[in-house]
Each structure stands twice: as C-alpha cells, then as structure tokens.
Antibody
C-alpha cells in the first residue's frame, strides 16, 4: 500500500524550531519529487516547499524562505522539514505529499501533523 | 507574488451542474490540478493536468481551460460532492506553486 506518514508536530513558542518527518512506503521514494503543504485552521491549502528526487533542487514559498529547509533521505524513504524561527502564522496542519510522474499532480498525501506556534 | 482566484462558494441542487472557476495569468502556459477536500480529510486529486481524471474519480468530474480561466465542472452533482475544491498551478517560472483560495461547494 502506498503510504505517507507524518510525525514531529507539536507545540512551540514563537522563535522556536521543529523538525517534521514523513515516512514513505509502498513505492520507490527516490523516483519522485516531494512536497510539504500546510493548512492553517479554517483556512485553505498553502504549498510550502518542493524537493527534487536527488535533492539538488529545492523551492520554497516566500513566507518560509530562509527559515524552513526541506530535505530527504532516499535510503530511509524519508522526507523532512526543518522549521526554524517559527511564527504564530506558521500554525497549521502540515501535509507531506508525493508528486506524480510526468508532471502529474500531488497524488499521494499523508494525514498531516499539527504544528502550533503560540506563546 | 502569483495568485490564483476562485469564487469562495458555489451552491447547486442535487442532479444539477456545478462549475468552479480558477483564474491566473500563467494558466495558459501551466498545468492546473484540482483537489477535493472533505472536512477532516486530506485533499484528493480529482483532475490532473487540466483535463485528466485520475483512476477512481467519477466521470461527472471534468476540467476545461480557456485562456487565463480554468473550470472544474461537476455534472449531476451528488450530496457526496459537497466539499472544498482547490485549484493548483505553478507561476510562470514553473518552480513555485500556488493553490487557489478554495471554493466551498454546497449541495442544497
């Protein structure tokens, strides 16, 4: 079964850090671009970051550029999001998602992990 | 920064047709993807690469494009189609992605 399982969310004060993880299974992880997408409470979806198969290309939404770092470990079928200098507005449910092949959309999603930034 | 614009809400009676639009300057050059999100669930891809319907998505879902406006059409809407719908596309560079603000589909 193709599956993505996120972990690492929690409660953190403004300025703090968290590292999210996403464990992939059921497919050849190293073959796919991967993403993080977030959704603030009661709000819409927001693309956060993309990473290429070999991690040589990474792209971020402007609001997290310089604070968040996306990475992956293909040997361990894992995706990560290091979040530093967290702000209240980073509070959201963070989804890990797989991009399909040949410019297909994000076709596999995890259940998400919740990040709450508050003083 | 690049934006995709969707109507906040669309209402339709069961069995009728629903159309949800998404507008953006780069849409003539970029693929659009449509997602359905029911409350408390992760998004599901319902239209891939402008027109394609992924495996398992009912035939009543279809996508079309016309210049800077793309449309998700749901024919013969059913109660189970009530959800939030989001368009997704990239900016002109192709590397930075944006979701539309989302459209809440209400089945009357």
């Amino acid at each position: 079964e193709v599956q993505l399982v996120e972990s690492g969310g929690g409660f953190v004060q403004p300025g703090g850090s968290l590292r999210l993880s996403c464990a992939a299974s059921g497919f050849t992880f190293s073959t796919y671009w991967m993403s993080w997408v977030r959704q603030a409470p009661g709000k819409g979806l927001e693309w956060v970051a993309n990473i290429k198969q070999d991690a040589n290309e990474k792209y971020y939404v402007d609001s997290v550029q310089g604070r968040f770092t996306i990475s992956r470990d293909n040997a361990k079928n894992s995706l990560f999001l290091q979040m530093n200098s967290l702000r209240v507005e980073d509070t959201a449910l963070y989804y890990c998602a797989r991009w399909g092949l040949q410019q297909s959309g994000m076709d596999v999603w995890g259940q998400g992990t919740t990040v709450t930034v508050s003083s | 920064s690049y934006e995709l614009t969707q109507p906040p809400s669309v209402s339709v009676a069961p069995g009728q047709m629903a159309r949800i639009t998404c507008s953006g300057e780069a849409l003539p050059k970029r693929y659009v993807y449509w997602y359905q999100q029911r409350p408390g669930q992760f998004p599901v891809l319902v239209i891939n690469r402008n027109f394609e319907r992924p495996s398992g998505i009912p035939e009543r879902f279809s996508g079309s494009t016309s210049g800077t406006i793309v449309t998700l059409t749901i024919s013969k809407v059913q109660a189970e189609d009530e959800a939030d719908y989001y368009c997704l596309s990239a900016d002109s560079s192709g590397f930075y992605w944006v979701f539309g603000g989302g459209t809440k589909l209400t089945v009357l």
